[in-house]
């Protein structure tokens, strides 16, 4: 993989977006590609318009390569002594702070460092590496102001899929080991089953068996969320995964790139998720992130009659 190095301006960043997901007030970004390679990532629709692609002549929507800024421990540990109004930030956003480009320059920890040594500084880590454990040691220091999280995309059955479609991240089995280290150590730690794919993790035993084993991992709020169908990503999947002879999830893939095929398979997910959590765990600590653009009226209206758990965005 090709990794550009490119200087941002940001440090840490009010993001409102997140804060309305229930996530963070502040958010801290490495870079402006992430070299974990998901297909079906949304960064690109979010930052196609950033003048990095234009002048490396780069594609948001490709992947093969990473953009990443070594400097950004720097700016983070300036706003982290000069913002007063303090709080949760999301280390990261949009590009995994412990992705292989980041790990290169150790970016994730550098930024946590940067941030701890304030005060009331809180951090809400989400990777998909398993590198993370690495940094342990420091978040015990300050364990009651971290929370650690690994995005778990699917049950360890479909780690085949998903080590297709999200090729530089760790296995799913070392995210899932990973959290099981952080609850053991003392850690605090947080669900995140995002993106839920059709035929990947969306099935009633998939989504109890996640739910099953973050509550043995003792999280304090489960996240999940449809994939996003906006830019490539869903055509990169479905290709991706036809490529390897992954036929059926291809095909769930294709079927949810129509409107209301995709807003049917929302409405599902969600009901299958209440269900496990109302079962497993605690619906006041489900938190379904969904935004109303993309739903027919008929779906927002179905949803809508219970829509416990969800946030709307």
Known sequence: MKTYEWELKNGISRTKEFEKKGLAQFAVNIGLKCGHACTYCS?????????????????????????????TPQRVARDARKIRKRAMVQLCTTVDAWSPEAQEHDLGRKCLEAILSELDWTVRILTKNAAVKNDFDLIEKHSDRVLVGLSITATPDKSNRIKIIEP?????????????????????????????LPSVADSPAQIDELVKFAVDCGVEEIFAEAVNPRGRGLILTEQALEAEGYRVEAAAIKNIRIRQNWSDYVVRLIKNVQRSMRKYYDISKMRF???????????IIEIKKDDAGVVWL
């Open 168 to 196: 530089n991240a760790s296995s799913i089995e070392e995210r899932m080991e990973t959290v099981r280290q952080a609850h053991e150590r003392g850690l605090r730690t947080y669900g995140m089953f995002c993106p839920i």
């Open 289 to 299: 992130l969904q935004y109303p653009s993309g739903l027919s009226e008929e779906d």
């Open 43 to 71: 960064t690109g629709a979010m930052l196609r318009v950033h003048h990095a692609f234009k002048e490396l002549g780069l594609s948001a929507f490709d992947n093969g390569y990473a953009i990443v800024d070594p400097t």
